[in-house]
């Protein structure tokens, strides 16, 4: 027995001693982002290295290998950076309104936010520690990447967003603007000429905004805040081009195919597990749903107990006439008039839910994640989306024949039934659900574990420099090939111009001949 317990705790020290050490950065208080990325620090601790982590989620238990840097108390950044009255008011808002009354104040704001807590800035200023690497979110908090600089370590990131069009120029790509939409804009890869007009103007819009308006802001944030660094410190865009590996919460088919370089990795979905056995009370009601069951959330952000009073009745009116059972996830377990088939909660195991046999509908805002757990479990969607990339993920469903899409301010009860009758009852949208699913899984190797062999390589690497795109080196003109159209148009004005006198040579010779025998 002891000989036993002398070999699992040789081994438990060799695990530790090949752990390597991270940094993980993550100071966005976005719920749902935090559940893909506490992901991958479980399974790095899981694997032995030892983690540091800047978050506003403290773990509930705590590990040997785990150090946390907690942000205390969470910014509430939708009550202090959406300036409207509700979140379901954000369906109206413009592509710049969405840029630059929402993401990017938001983005400046949380980051500051954290800055200005004690334990943060003791940290930044006083820790001595050596890292391997620094895991940084990918999502409007780009002043933190300046800790790669100061440790001298690689950046891997993650985009919990999925691809975003700045990416490209980061990793020495060109966007295809042809076929790709803009994460905004409710378009598919397939465009009529004004949508990839517009396409185009979006896309270079923001990337115009971001590099001249929003980037130099944060750029001062990090210049202010790491002042008690060395030397002068890099600009941001250079850190950002030394960012090795992006791993991107995005898998097909849910999302437009684009050129990559291998620096880009989909891992989307990794988050999801095998579905566990719900709370007693839940399992009972969802068991018992001969008729099956319609599941409803719009995620960790939005709050079904907010909508307007009218949407509100009009789905209650439509749920209380169907005979299937309904769980939704309400923040106000009180509401009055509440139909007898149908059960709310503030809080429900989302995936969990969707893996049980008797969900037959998923009406969801959209959300990458939520869709992300519709799609696995195969379970057909009504989509409401309200903002950002909700949009284009239900385009993308709708496209695909697992799903239909409402628009929020148009709802009526009769929009509302025929969308759930619509799915129920037409057997397309399962099988085109079930198919989808089986393309989303089909992968080489699971989502989380190729997430975790990137970070490893990167480390191993040093870096990993080869995987870095030599466009990264060269300047804008030389990039789009700007230079050479230059050449060749020079080329074909020295052809003309050399063309031209000969030809008036040739003919003009002649015709002056022609006068003097006259």
């Given amino acids: 027995m002891r000989f036993v317990a002398l070999v699992c705790l040789l ?16 100071v966005f208080p976005g719920r749902s982002h935090w559940v893909m990325i506490s992901s991958i620090l ?12 800047i978050t506003n989620y403290a773990r509930k238990e705590p590990h040997p290998n785990l150090t946390e840097i907690v942000i205390a ?7 202090k950076s959406v300036k409207v009255d509700s979140l379901f008011d954000l369906t109206e808002i413009s592509i710049h309104q969405m840029l630059m009354g929402f993401l990017y104040p938001m983005g400046i704001q949380t980051a500051e936010y954290a800055f200005t807590r004690d334990n943060v800035m003791d940290f930044l200023r006083n820790d001595n520690s050596q890292f391997d690497l620094l895991l940084a979110e990918q999502f409007y908090q780009e002043a933190y990447l300046m800790l790669a600089h100061k440790y001298k370590i690689p950046i891997v990131s993650i985009g919990t967003f999925g691809f975003a069009q700045y990416m490209a120029p980061m990793m020495g790509l060109m966007s295809a603007w042809s076929h790709v939409p803009h994460e905004f804009l409710p378009f598919t890869d397939h465009m009529t000429l004004y949508q990839r ?62 050129a990559k370089v291998p620096a880009l990795v989909q891992v989307g979905g990794l988050h999801i597990k095998e579905p566990k056995r719900l709370p007693d009370d839940l399992q009972t009601f969802v068991d018992g749903a001969k008729d099956g069951v319609i599941f409803f959330s719009l995620g960790t952000n939005l709050r079904s107990a907010d909508m307007p009073p009218e949407k509100l009745a009009v ?13 939704w996830k309400f923040e106000d377990e009180q509401i009055k008039n509440l139909p007898a088939n149908v059960l709310v909660r503030s809080w429900l195991p989302q995936s969990d839910i969707l893996g049980h046999r008797n969900v037959k509908v998923f009406i969801t805002h959209g959300g990458l994640l939520g869709t992300q757990e519709g799609v696995h479990r195969a379970v057909p969607m009504v989509g ?18 697992y799903a239909v899409k409402l628009y929020f301010p148009n709802i009526t009860e009769e929009s509302f039934r025929w969308a759930l009758e619509e ?17 989303f899984r089909d992968r080489p190797v699971p989502a989380l574990e190729e997430s975790i062999y990137w970070i490893e390589y990167v480390m191993r690497h040093k870096g990993a420099p080869q995987l870095r795109s030599a466009g990264l080196d060269l ?39 022609k006068r003097k025998r006259d």
């Fill in 197 to 258: 007009a517009y396409n185009s103007f979006v896309s270079a819009y923001e990337l115009f905004l971001r590099s001249w308006h929003y980037l130099p802001q944060q750029q001062a944030m990090a210049d202010k805040y790491f002042s008690f660094l060395p030397g002068p410190l890099p600009r941001l865009s250079e850190l950002e081009r030394q960012v090795s590996v992006i791993l991107l919460n995005s898998y097909p088919p849910l999302t437009s195919t684009r």
């Fill in 315 to 327: 789905i209650l009116r439509v749920f209380g006439s169907m005979k299937q059972r309904v769980v």
């Fill in 423 to 439: 799915v129920l009852y037409n057997p397309s949208y399962k099988a085109n659900a079930d198919k989808v699913s089986q393309i």
């Fill in 475 to 513: 300047p804008w003109i030389s990039f789009a090939l700007l230079d050479v159209v230059g050449l060749l148009a020079i080329c074909l004005l020295a052809v003309f111009v050399l063309l031209r006198r000969v030809v008036s040579g040739v003919f003009g010779g002649s015709a002056v001949s």
């Fill in 384 to 401: 409401i989306p309200i903002y950002c990339d909700q949009h284009l993920n239900m385009n993308k469903a709708t496209l695909g024949g």
């Fill in 42 to 53: 479980e399974e790095l601790l899981d694997r032995g290295h030892e983690v540091t982590v």
């Fill in 73 to 79: 108390p969470i910014y509430d950044f939708w009550a």
């Fill in 11 to 26: 081994v438990a020290c060799l695990q530790t001693s090949d752990g390597a050490r991270i940094l993980s950065v993550n």
